[in-house]
């Protein structure tokens, strides 16, 4: 394999993996509702770590009462008045109850306020919007640091050489390659899909959520369901191939040359296609 090609797999697996961490949908989101005089500031708390009850601090300016609502699962929604933080300004704070690793809460505030026309009340997210969704909170569990470095390795490995594969792929379909060498990167692409997203992944959801797999049929986890379509392309694509990855009789498999570049391609886009898939989006 050319030095050229390694780098720009090198260069491709950084950035890949860099974008899938900056498009995770579990940041804190700036949100803002200005209304009947009423002005409401809060930055999103989308999930607690660890033990502890749930602080959630919000800037209200312009009412006189100001409250959460929250429920856990399904249950109704619990107003819970939200005080003045001692020492602030205009700064409310109300907290949720802790709840075990995998539950998951939601809520909204509504501040209110009373004028000569009667009683104002502002809410954020606007409860009275067809739109309308509280804010989704989760409690997760804390993950030793071990766990995570090594599923982040896995990922880099699996990452670095799909594109590695896809290469020799090219390579294959143009004639100049050898079988031998786009199966084995193939084979070691596959191998750290495994390890990153079923024993380690299996891990990292215990440690978080308290269970072990969400994806078909047992849930309907984004993130568990592209690890598990993008294992199972490649698991295929092995499969077509099956006389040269047990380096017994080659004459056992079930396409040629050419056909298993392109279903080297073909997992090597769904993989990519995966990874571009916004990191823990649940459905």
Same mark, same amino acid.
């Given at each position: 394999m050319k030095f050229w090609k390694i780098l720009i797999a090198l260069i491709f697996?950084?950035?890949?993996? @860099?974008?899938?961490?900056?498009?995770?949908?579990? *940041?804190? @989101?700036?949100?803002?509702?200005?209304?009947?005089?009423?002005?409401?500031?809060?930055?999103?708390?989308? %999930?607690?770590?660890?033990?502890?009850?749930?602080?959630?601090?919000?800037?209200?300016? =312009?009412? !006189? !009462?100001?409250?959460l609502f929250y429920r856990i699962g399904k249950m109704e929604f619990r107003a819970?008045?939200?005080?003045? *933080? !001692?020492?602030?300004? #205009?700064?409310?704070?109300?907290?949720?109850?802790?709840? $075990?690793?995998?539950?998951?809460?939601?809520?909204?505030?509504?501040?209110? %306020?009373?004028?000569?026309?009667?009683?104002?009340?502002?809410? +954020?997210?606007?409860?009275?919007?067809?739109?309308?969704?509280?804010?989704?909170?989760?409690?997760?569990? #804390?993950?030793?640091?071990?766990?995570?470095?090594?599923?982040?390795?896995?990922?880099?490995?699996?990452?670095?050489?799909? &594109?590695?594969?896809? /290469?020799?792929?090219?390579? +294959? $379909?143009?004639?100049?390659?050898?079988?031998?060498?786009?199966?084995?990167?193939?084979?070691?692409?596959?191998?750290?899909? /495994?390890?990153?997203?079923?024993?380690? =992944?299996?891990?990292?959801?215990?440690?978080?959520?308290? &269970? +072990?797999? !969400?994806?078909?049929?047992? =849930?309907?986890?984004?993130t568990d369901n592209k690890g598990q379509i993008a294992f199972l392309s490649w698991?295929?694509?092995?499969? +077509? @191939? *099956?006389?040269?990855?047990?380096?017994?009789?080659?004459?056992? #498999?079930? &396409?040629?040359?050419?056909?298993?570049?392109?279903? @080297?391609?073909?997992?090597?886009?769904?993989?990519?296609?995966?990874?571009?898939?916004?990191?823990?989006?649940?459905?």
């Open positions: 697996t950084i950035v890949l993996l @860099v974008f899938a961490r900056k498009t995770t949908t579990v *940041k804190s @989101v700036h949100k803002t509702v200005d209304r009947g005089g009423i002005l409401i500031e809060h930055d999103t708390v989308p %999930k607690r770590r660890g033990a502890g009850d749930v602080v959630i601090p919000v800037k209200v300016s =312009g009412a !006189e !009462e100001v409250k819970v008045d939200m005080n003045l *933080k !001692e020492g602030e300004r #205009n700064l409310f704070v109300a907290s949720i109850p802790h709840h $075990k690793k995998g539950t998951r809460a939601w809520y909204y505030i509504e501040a209110q %306020k009373q004028t000569k026309d009667g009683k104002i009340a502002v809410s +954020l997210p606007d409860k009275n919007s067809p739109n309308f969704k509280p804010i989704l909170l989760k409690f997760q569990g #804390n993950v030793p640091p071990y766990i995570i470095l090594s599923h982040i390795f896995c990922l880099f490995g699996a990452i670095f050489f799909s &594109v590695l594969a896809a /290469f020799s792929a090219v390579d +294959l $379909k143009k004639g100049k390659g050898t079988m031998n060498k786009s199966v084995a990167f193939s084979l070691v692409t596959f191998i750290f899909l /495994f390890m990153g997203f079923f024993p380690l =992944g299996w891990a990292l959801n215990y440690y978080t959520f308290g &269970v +072990l797999w !969400e994806a078909f049929p047992f =849930g309907s986890d984004v698991l295929v694509t092995l499969f +077509l @191939v *099956k006389g040269t990855v047990l380096r017994k009789n080659p004459s056992k #498999n079930l &396409v040629s040359a050419k056909g298993f570049s392109i279903a @080297v391609i073909v997992s090597f886009m769904i993989t990519i296609g995966m990874y571009l898939i916004p990191h823990s989006l649940i459905l």
